[in-house]
């Protein structure tokens, strides 16, 4: 099984940027649907970046309306690790920021339910000020 270790969270002011990293152990990331989700205090866990492997050479990108334009993905095979890169950031960004694992393929719709992932990391907190 794959342990998951995120990284890069930290303090920014509106309209400043932060990257995120998710650090693989254990398997490596190119047999698992790779995602990140957030959950801000009070509110569900938000599906908001996934990469899916669809063979060959290629990968299947989504993200949620509220980071699309904003928020880019990317998994590092050689250092098997997932980034997310945040521009833009706003208060309403600030959450605790998770990675996720599912070992099955993933669609445009299921890649966001929590229920699809298999392994998670402990989170990396995300603090956007005014």
């Known amino acids: 099984q794959v342990q998951l270790v995120e990284s890069g969270g930290g303090s920014v002011q509106a309209g400043g940027s932060l990257r995120l990293s998710c650090a693989a152990s254990g398997d490596t990331l190119r047999r698992y649907s790779m995602a990140w989700f957030r959950q801000a205090p009070g509110k569900e866990r938000e599906g908001i970046a996934v990469?899916?492997?669809?063979?060959?050479?290629?990968?299947?990108?989504y993200y949620a309306d509220s980071v699309k334009g904003r928020f880019t993905i990317s998994q590092n095979n050689a250092e098997n690790t997932l980034d997310l890169v945040m521009n833009s950031l706003q208060p309403e960004d600030t959450a605790m920021y998770y990675c996720?694992?599912?070992?099955?393929?993933?669609?445009?719709?299921?890649?966001?339910?929590?229920?699809?992932?298999?392994?998670w990391g402990q989170g990396t907190q995300v603090t956007v000020s005014s």
């Open positions: 990469a899916i492997d669809g063979g060959g050479s290629t990968v299947y990108i």
């Open positions: 996720a694992a599912a070992r099955q393929r993933l669609y445009s719709f299921t890649w966001s339910t929590v229920g699809e992932y298999d392994y």
